[in-house]
């Protein structure tokens, strides 16, 4: 006979011990929860469908007894400055927390759990030498975490917004995001209904608007109801133990000591903005039963589970991150048109996103596309910048290639470039090109210092221009990192001779750490003076629109933050810059940047929205869906394709046929004319006409006949 102990009666503790009792009734299994059976904090917890799946296959009584109390609903409005944005076809359920704890109790009780309320645990130290599995599930404060610090490794993100989890008798009749701009700040409200006669209603903000309200425990929900009275229509808030509360992200490097196994917020936690909590907790109970039931011995199992389990809660967990920090700038959102406001809060986790959306529903997407522009996708909108048009918001990403003799372009840049253009994009931009022979960061980069190179330039921009649609641009740079160097005339120089090689616009390289850069980092000029990188703009302005790359944020300690970036973008763009290229990082060694999906894009977000400046959004963007939402949201105006046209040279076009769009934003050159229908799929063409009714249906027939 197993012997199981678990510390904590949440629904993790409370679901894994009923699941584990129900699979093999030999088993003993003792619960010890501190509080009274019917003490429960907070109000309703919400569900997705795909959560709901597993718990119907492995409990149909527990799920049975929770579907008969769900508050379903399918909308997500957003209450914003005096309108109501709506998207459909979400699918969620919420449920009272106390009357989940109390199926959950029922059925430990029902299959013969010791289940031992008001009752302090033993330590899991002292537990584990009785039990053959310890399940440490006391919430995200564990002690138990605590007590074995040292092999769990946990890591406690407190973050600096102040929250209250409220509930309030009116009755939303959907998952509803309030932004009241109140005299003090924005405040955000997360509210959905859990019963016929209640909703959650929990209210948060950035400290400096809670410390502008002088918000306190006591007095909080009472301003709260003044503040946020418009919004609950006569109706009344609620309170259960609600404190001003900071949300604590936690992570371990492990969830295993020896028999003893952390479960739910224990483990880990996930932003109550993506409405995670109670479902990873409850979908870690179901993983870990189903685990110890499937694999000989304690040991393999929370192995096993623990390698099942961690990537989706990772994945959460980047997706709640994402979240939370939009809620935690929402200063910066703020100012948005609705439409775009309420897209920009949809996709903030980029979970959802508008291909996603989309699917979810159409009617909601077509309105957006036609108030972004003419009904077509985003991506493909036309966009002025500065004297130029561009005929969609897809820049080919500079790449250096490495390839030049004495500076002079030759057929590999030819290809190369060549190759965007006839792949769709609106501007393709060259790699680094050197105003000077000393400027090469290597022997074989490009340059834009002699008549030879103008004249080998030419031969490129020319076919780009009588042959693709596109344009095309040239990123001027320095690579030396001496301070002392004033080379404005080799970039005003450069300049010219950009205008002679045919060139449309001009990107001033002012990252990565090359000579602009470096004067904008403190790390490499602690006097952070940026009158030279300022000079060398005034140098390059004339005949062609500039684009000034930056590294908003070195990813060191001491380095350039997105506030400073903020400072230098608005200081660049009254010297007359036409937009900013959001890059980050490559200024010193001991970089960490944070990689992942579209990682740099809320750097060019927050320099858009707070200078009010044209961005390029870069760096880790590579599907056609990713692109579509950055612009739509106004994260950025265009968006710079890198790795992924590298992948494929023709991404842009290839974007447009799985759009569905063939208008004037996607030129297919002549030759490629007949590749603008997404070719027939392998395998044979079914027949029109069948005389033969296929066993499917005749089997439908039967059903409908009785």
């Known amino acids: 006979m197993s012997r199981y102990a678990v510390i904590g009666g949440g629904p993790a503790g409370l679901y894994f011990a009923a699941l584990a009792k129900s699979l093999d009734p030999t088993r003993e299994i003792t619960v010890w929860e501190r509080n009274a059976p019917d003490d429960t904090f907070g109000f309703g917890v919400v569900f997705s469908d795909e959560t709901l799946d597993g718990i119907a296959a492995a409990d149909p009584e527990i799920f049975g007894a929770m579907e008969s109390e769900f508050a379903r609903w399918s909308d ?36 013969g759990v010791d289940v031992r309320f008001q ?46 989890w409220l509930g309030t008798d009116r009755v939303f009749e959907a998952f509803t995001f309030i932004i009241a701009e109140t005299p003090h700040g924005p405040m955000q409200v997360h509210a959905y209904p859990f019963s016929g006669d209640r909703s959650t209603f929990i209210v948060e903000m950035t400290e400096r608007t809670w410390q502008a309200a002088d918000l306190t425990d006591e007095c909080g929900p009472m301003r709260l109801a003044e503040l946020l009275g418009d919004h609950l229509g006569g109706h009344k808030l609620i309170t259960n133990n609600s404190k001003w509360l900071r949300f604590t992200t936690v992570r371990n490097k492990t969830w295993r000591h020896g028999n003893i196994v952390l479960l739910g917020d224990a483990a880990h936690t996930a932003h109550f903005s993506i409405g995670s909590g109670t479902k990873l907790a409850m979908e870690d109970a179901l993983a870990l039963a189903a685990n110890i039931q499937r694999h000989q011995g304690i040991p393999a199992a929370l192995e096993r589970y ?20 939009w809620f935690e700038t929402i200063e910066h959102a703020v100012g948005k048109a609705p439409e775009q406001f309420a897209f920009n809060l949809l996709t903030r986790s980029r979970r959802v996103t508008y291909d996603n959306l989309r699917q979810r529903d159409p009617a909601y997407l077509s309105r957006l596309d036609g108030w972004f522009g003419d009904g077509n996708p985003p991506l493909f909108q036309p966009y002025e910048l500065g004297n130029l048009r561009l005929r969609n918001r897809i820049v080919s990403a500079p790449i250096t290639l490495d390839a030049a003799v004495d500076g002079v372009p030759g057929d590999v840049e030819f290809a190369h470039l060549v190759g965007k253009a006839f792949g769709g994009s609106g501007l393709v931009l060259t790699g680094r090109t050197a105003v ?55 970039f005003a120089q450069a300049a010219r001779r950009a205008v002679e090689a045919g060139f449309d616009v ?28 300022l000079r060398v703009l005034d140098s390059v302005l004339g005949e062609l629109p500039v684009i000034v790359r930056i590294s908003a944020v070195d990813w060191a300690p001491g380095g350039t933050t997105i506030e400073d970036a903020v400072e230098t973008a608005a200081a660049l763009m009254a010297r007359g810059a036409a937009a900013i290229d959001v890059s980050s990082g490559e200024v010193v060694a001991h970089e960490k940047p944070a990689y992942g999906r579209s990682y740099q894009t809320p750097f060019a977000e927050r320099i858009r929205a707070d200078v009010g400046a044209p961005t390029i959004a870069v760096g880790g963007i590579s ?18 394709i890198g790795q992924a046209q590298l992948h494929d040279p023709s991404w842009p076009l290839h974007a447009a046929a799985s759009l569905g769009y063939a208008g004037e934003g996607a030129f297919w050159p002549a030759m490629h004319r007949a590749g603008s229908r997404r070719p027939l799929s392998a395998g044979r063409p079914r027949p029109q006409l069948s005389l033969r009714p296929t066993e499917d249906l005749v089997h439908r027939r039967w059903r409908a006949n009785g």
Request: with cysteine; charged share 20%.
């Open 76 to 111: 997500i409005d957003i209450h914003y400055r005096g309108r109501i944005e709506t998207s459909g076809g979400h699918g969620f359920a919420a449920i009272s927390r106390m009357r989940l704890l109390q199926i959950l109790q029922q059925r430990c009780l029902d299959l």
């Open 119 to 164: 009752s302090v645990a033993p330590t899991a130290a002292e537990l584990s030498g009785e039990y053959d599995l310890v399940v440490a599930s006391d919430g995200v404060n564990s002690l138990t975490r605590a007590a074995h610090a040292e092999v769990f490794q946990p890591s406690l993100d407190v973050r600096n917004c102040r929250y209250m």
């Open 306 to 325: 623990e390698a099942d389990r961690r990537p989706v809660v990772q994945s959460t967990q980047r997706a709640a991150q994402a979240s939370l920090e």
């Open 436 to 490: 000077s022979a000393e400027g090469r960061k290597t022997p074989s980069c490009t340059g834009l210092y002699t008549d030879e190179h103008v004249r080998a330039w030419r031969r490129i921009t020319d076919f780009v221009h009588s042959q693709t649609g596109s344009l095309i641009g040239v990123q001027l740079s320095h690579a030396s990192r001496d301070l002392s160097l004033r080379v404005e005339d080799q």
């Open 506 to 533: 001009i990107e001033l390289q002012a990252g990565h750490g090359n000579l602009l850069s470096v004067h904008l980092s403190p790390l490499t000029n602690p006097g952070l003076d940026r009158s030279f990188p």
């Open 623 to 640: 599907s056609y869906d990713d692109a579509n939402s950055i612009v739509l949201a106004g994260r950025a105006d265009l968006v710079a």
